[in-house]
T-cell receptor
Framework: KNQVEQSPQSLIILEGKNCTLQ??????????LRWYKQDTGRGPVSLTI?????NTKSNGRYTATLDADTKQSSLHITASQLSDSASYIC????????????FGTGTRLQVFP | EAGVTQSPTHLIKTRGQQVTLRCSPI?????VYWYQQALGLGLQFLLW???????NRGNFPPRFSGRQFPNYSSELNVNALELEDSALYLC??????????????FGPGTRLLVL
């Protein structure tokens, strides 16, 4: 069964600290993996997209990694800010079915001053 | 550039009723996607429209349907509403038919409450 699992479910950190969110998937055949940020009450916003051949991709203070062999990805947030408080969603698409995205349930991150 | 817009923002219905949600994609985008996000759950893919045609469908019953108009805007219709249909319904658009490398841009969503 094609699934995307994220951990932890929720996370609280202090402003300025770093954190790493995890994503494990069983989607096959794999096409690409995306990380989205979703603020409360808003639609998700894309942070990164990685294909099979990409190991890492950065977007400002966000760095995503992908290990296609172990089917794991991580999202590292550096020097967190209060505005980073949101849900972070890992999304995987299947080859030949790339529009039927498979979403993880997300990690809820709260950054406190 | 205007983003994806959705209407209404909030909606309250009772069981058995029918509802229509609307979405306008980003100008130039031909593909529209619909997702359901129930409380505490991840987004579930509902439907994908491109060039006026339904291209793909998620694991939802036939009472979930929709259409895409010549101007690429889209409607999502839900008939015979059930309590578990209460959710945030998100619309996304992308600029071309093959979504492999294209980012989907999401609208703010319509929050539906079924009583």
């Amino acid at each position: 069964k094609n699934q995307v699992e994220q951990s932890p479910q929720s996370l609280i950190i202090l402003e300025g600290k770093n954190c790493t969110l995890q994503c494990n998937y069983t989607v096959s055949p794999f096409s690409n993996l995306r990380w989205y940020k979703q603020d409360t009450g808003r639609g998700p916003v894309s942070l990164t997209i990685m294909t099979f051949s990409e190991n890492t991709k950065s977007n400002g203070r966000y760095t995503a990694t992908l290990d296609a062999d172990t089917k794991q990805s991580s999202l590292h947030i550096t020097a967190s800010q209060l505005s980073d408080s949101a849900s972070y969603i890992c999304v995987v698409s299947q080859y030949y079915n790339t529009d039927k995205l498979i979403f993880g349930t997300g990690t809820r991150l709260q950054v406190f001053p | 550039e205007a983003g994806v817009t959705q209407s209404p923002t909030h909606l309250i219905k009772t069981r058995g009723q029918q509802v229509t949600l609307r979405c306008s994609p980003i100008s130039g985008h031909t593909s529209v996607y619909w997702y359901q996000q129930a409380l505490g759950l991840g987004l579930q893919f509902l439907l994908w429209y491109d060039e006026g045609e339904e291209r793909n469908r998620g694991n939802f019953p036939p009472r979930f349907s929709g259409r895409q108009f010549p101007n690429y805007s889209s409607e999502l219709n839900v008939n015979a509403l059930e309590l578990e249909d209460s959710a945030l319904y998100l619309c996304a658009s992308s600029p071309w038919t093959s979504g492999d490398q294209e980012t989907q841009y999401f609208g703010p969503g319509t929050r539906l409450l079924v009583l």
